[in-house]
């Protein structure tokens, strides 16, 4: 006969599950909840310690998710993430995925998915989506499908890689240890691989086709993201225009860019052509056809200035406002580049009634008027400076331009960051660290800019789930569901007992944490198999797979953290896309172990 739980192990389960009743419900900001949950553990193990233990030991357990390495490593990889960013380093991966996903959205996401799979069974899969996530922010930005509905799907099939070997994840390596320590034999990195591939052939339908439609496009709302602007395409002598025809060009343009004007023949040095589109667009433009938007001198004069300095070139969107001193002038007359050293790269000029004494133009040149805004392109300082002299005003969404010039230099530091981890030279926490640290250090992210990198959610959800993690652990919680467990599966088929062991760590693991799940379960499984004259293997195997299927909550895996942030990710997105798989996974898993081991 099993005893009641104790106080704090009833405490422990029931603090979980308040916890994700609050959650899902959405009410409440998760930040909020977490600093409840932590703040609760707090007051109540200091007044209520667990047996044996200090009220001091009851804070550092609660407070301990702040310090604990899983943070540190979640947060470095974030501060390396944005390295790779605000470089530029992924943006030829992120154009060749774009391509991909411009011929068929679909083939480019079954592309994507396959290679987070294959690459998380070498690889720990950690590195294989800090490498992913930038991509694909990148590419959701540049008109792909939202990161909301990408990055979900990646992180569930890097899982499913990571599952089939013993060194795709941290967690299969602990689990065989635990096994083998108990008296198993070893397994070999490739075990049970065919298992989990067969069962792969039923998960990557659901994660490919329908994961992506249970979710919402979570991109933030961006009023004045569609502006276009109008400006005018220098041809310099470097330019790939030259000597081309327009027809030999159009098929390179973004569909957001179109020219106002065509040349009469090809091409040539020195033309002065009006072209239009998106921010984005005139960027892609100028990339592809290596042409200016802007008088060299200027732009080349701001980098310099930038690189002097070591400051950010920014380009910002500002309003002309009704004093100013812009108004019916036009940029040629305007003396803005020589007055303040920044360059306008363009002008959007909202739909307004046409007044026919008030030309839009002047001998061919755009005159400004209120309410016109600018694309500029300057340093912080002299962006301040030309919004107070000319009364304009400044809104939101500056843009950092990429310091391409550190770019190998980021990429660099993440694959040897990645590499290191990936090979077992050094765990994924001092690889990722020292990776940040050299980030810093390089120039490649300033210090000023790290709060940009990290996410506060994230932050304190993982200190929660770790404080969570702890308390049902030390409490005994974990311990008394595994026996309660064990007492009823002698009543079930052997495909029965597989299942409610694989649920039982996937709780766990989902709850707690994945160490826990695999400390915990491991040797309950090993028990039961001997009590119940079952083959030690599959059910071994069982709490293998049932640490892996962390789909459902975001405080199950940091990979899952990782994603949070950029997807813009509600607790509820993770349960209702990862339930169903877990499902899935759990009773193809049962089966096909069933199947193998002849049960």
Known sequence: MIEAPS?????????????????????????IVSLLVIAIIAVGLYFYPLPHTQPTDGLQLAFSGFGH???????????????????????????????????????????????????SMAVNNTPVLVLLIPIFVTLAAKGAMPASKTLMPLNASSLLGGLATTIGTSTNILVVSIAVDLGMPEMGVFHFTPIVLLASLVALPY?????????????????????????RLRVPPSSNLNGKHFDEVVDMLPDDFRFEERPDGPFATGQRLKVSGTHDALEDAIRVLQGQIAP?????????????KG???????????????????????????????????????????????????????????????????????????????????????????????????????????????????????????????LMFLTGCVKFDRVGRALSAQVIVLVAASIAIGRFVLDSGAAGWLGETLALGLQYLPAAGVLAAIMIFVTVLT???????????????????????????????????????????????????????????????????????????MVVTLSFLLVTTYQM
């Not at 944005?82 to 679909?106: D, S």
């Not at 994660?207 to 400006?231: A, C, S, Y």
């Not at 200027?298 to 200035?305: G, Y």
Request: charged residues 15%.
């Open 7 to 31: 106080l704090h192990a009833f405490a422990a389960m029931a603090l979980t599950i308040v916890m994700f009743v609050l959650f899902v419900r959405n009410r409440i900001s998760i930040e």
């Open 69 to 119: 390495y899983a943070l540190i490593t979640i947060c470095a990889l974030m501060v390396m993430g944005r390295g790779l960013v605000v470089t530029g380093a992924l943006e030829p991966a992120a154009r060749f995925m774009e391509r991909i996903f411009k011929i068929n959205l679909q083939l480019g996401l079954l592309l994507a998915l396959v290679l987070a799979f294959v690459l």
């Open 207 to 231: 994660i490919w086709l329908v994961m992506p439609r249970l979710l919402k496009d979570n991109t933030p709302e961006q009023g004045h993201g569609q502006r276009w602007f109008v400006t």
């Open 296 to 308: 060299g001198w200027v732009v080349d004069a701001v980098q310099r200035k930038a690189l002097s």
């Open 311 to 437: 400051d950010d070139v920014q380009v910002v969107e500002m309003v002309i406002t009704a004093d100013s001193r812009l108004i019916g002038r036009t940029l040629a007359t305007s003396g803005i580049a020589d007055r303040y050293g920044v360059a306008v790269l363009g002008i959007h000029k909202p739909d307004r009634p046409l007044r026919y004494d008030d030309p839009q133009e002047i001998h061919g040149e755009l005159r400004l008027a209120e309410g016109d805004v600018l694309l500029v392109m300057g340093l912080t300082p002299e962006l301040n400076e030309f919004a107070q002299a000319d009364s304009v005003l400044q809104l939101e969404g500056a843009r950092e331009v990429p310091r391409r010039s550190k770019a190998w230099l980021a990429a660099t530091i993440m694959l040897v960051s990645v590499g290191l981890a990936s090979i077992g030279i050094l765990p994924i926490a001092i690889a990722s660290l020292g990776g940040a640290i």
């Open 510 to 584: 989902n709850f707690a944490s994945n160490a826990t799940a695999a400390t915990v379960g491991t040797p309950i499984a090993f028990a039961i198999a001997t009590e119940l004259g079952l083959p030690q293997e599959p059910l071994i195997l069982a709490v293998l797979f049932g640490c892996n299927l962390c789909y459902a909550t975001p405080i199950a895996y940091q990979t899952n953290m990782l994603i949070m942030a950029e997807g813009n990710y509600q607790f509820g997105d993770y349960v209702r896309t990862g339930v169903p798989l877990v499902l899935l």
